[in-house]
């Protein structure tokens, strides 16, 4: 749940100017994530996000460049130790976790923003991840198997 509601808080600050912990938990709220000021603040600290400076004046939430690289990386982990195998099946990707980790996982594959995959279905330990065609899909599963292996 924890790192659903962080990948979350990411696409949240990437695609809205953030201003205040009180907006980003409106904003999870609306997204199906019960949480508490305290929650807010504690992943804040824990994604070491920062503010900046905006458009009109304010400033918002956002991660610094090494921050992002450090996050993938964790999410990357996240991945890896939840993984436990992939298949094609024509135009599928079916990824096999450990029991209550494709969610977290599907999250993850979902911040890689591979261009191949057109979605992404998480049950509690399988994931379905769609692509265009049984080539693609092959692709995918090659290019995390790589990428697996560099952690």
Do not use: P, W
């Amino acid at each position: 749940m924890k790192a659903e509601r962080q990948a979350q808080i990411l696409r949240l600050i990437r695609e809205y100017d953030i201003e205040t912990q009180e907006e980003l938990a409106g904003k999870l709220e609306e997204s199906g994530f019960s949480v508490t000021q305290a929650t807010v603040s504690r992943d804040i600290r824990e994604l070491k996000l920062t503010k900046v400076g905006g458009k009109g004046g304010g400033s918002h939430y956002s991660l610094s460049r090494q921050t992002e690289t450090n996050e993938a990386g964790r999410y990357i982990r996240v991945l890896k130790d939840s993984l436990q195998s992939m298949a094609t099946a024509d135009n599928l990707l079916v990824v096999h976790t450990a029991s209550g980790m494709a969610m977290a996982a599907a999250a993850v594959l979902d911040e890689l923003h591979l261009e191949e995959i057109v979605g992404c279905i998480a049950g509690d330990n399988t994931i379905m991840c769609a692509t265009h065609s049984k080539s693609e899909a092959e692709q995918v599963m090659l290019r995390l198997e790589r990428m697996l292996e560099r952690i």
